[in-house]
């Protein structure tokens, strides 16, 4: 991942309008900091949602950085915002699911939990190989 972000900074030093370049960049940084390998930050995420403010994958990874600051407010502002903009993603249910849950917001939570198995079609990537019954009612 590391090493893509140099391709895509590289990508950006010599077309500064390459908006793909852009898009790159948070895949990056997000999974960097999803597995822990550096602290929140994601300036290259705000400059992606700058050029392509109506992507819904660019809105809620925004979220998910103030998600991993602990500024669970703030993610939930933007999460919700993605859902607004498609609300059948189900990355953004996911997510916005368990910003609930880090603020003890459990039944909020566990709807959207319930609306991420929904709308996957129960998709084993959503809800598991053993699906949880506290979030799908198959």
Same mark, same amino acid.
């Given at each position: 991942?590391?090493?893509?972000?140099?391709?895509?900074?590289?990508?950006?030093?010599?077309?500064?309008?390459?908006?793909?370049?852009?898009?790159? =960049?948070?895949?990056?940084?997000?999974? =960097?900091?999803?597995?822990?390998? =550096?602290?929140?930050?994601?300036?290259?995420?705000?400059?992606?949602?700058?050029?392509?403010?109506?992507?819904?994958?660019?809105?809620?990874?925004?979220?998910?950085?103030?998600?991993?600051?602990?500024?669970?407010?703030?993610?939930?502002?933007?999460?919700?915002?993605?859902?607004?903009?498609?609300?059948?993603?189900?990355?953004?249910?996911?997510?916005?699911?368990?910003?609930?849950?880090?603020?003890?917001?459990?039944?909020?939570?566990?709807?959207?939990?319930?609306?991420?198995?929904? =709308?996957?079609?129960?998709?084993?990537?959503? /809800?598991?190989?053993?699906?949880?019954?506290?979030? /799908?009612?198959?």
């Amino acid at each position: 991942m590391r090493k893509a972000v140099g391709y895509f900074q590289e990508a950006i030093d010599k077309d500064h309008n390459y908006s793909l370049a852009y898009d790159g =960049l948070p895949d990056c940084w997000v999974a =960097l900091g999803w597995y822990g390998y =550096l602290s929140p930050r994601r300036r290259e995420a705000e400059r992606a949602r700058e050029l392509d403010p109506v992507s819904n994958i660019i809105n809620t990874w925004v979220g998910s950085r103030y998600y991993f600051a602990r500024q669970y407010d703030k993610a939930i502002e933007q999460y919700r915002t993605a859902v607004e903009m498609d609300p059948a993603f189900v990355p953004v249910h996911l997510v916005l699911g368990q910003a609930y849950a880090q603020k003890q917001m459990y039944q909020e939570a566990i709807a959207e939990l319930q609306r991420a198995v929904t =709308l996957s079609g129960h998709s084993p990537g959503v /809800c598991g190989r053993s699906c949880p019954r506290v979030w /799908c009612r198959r």
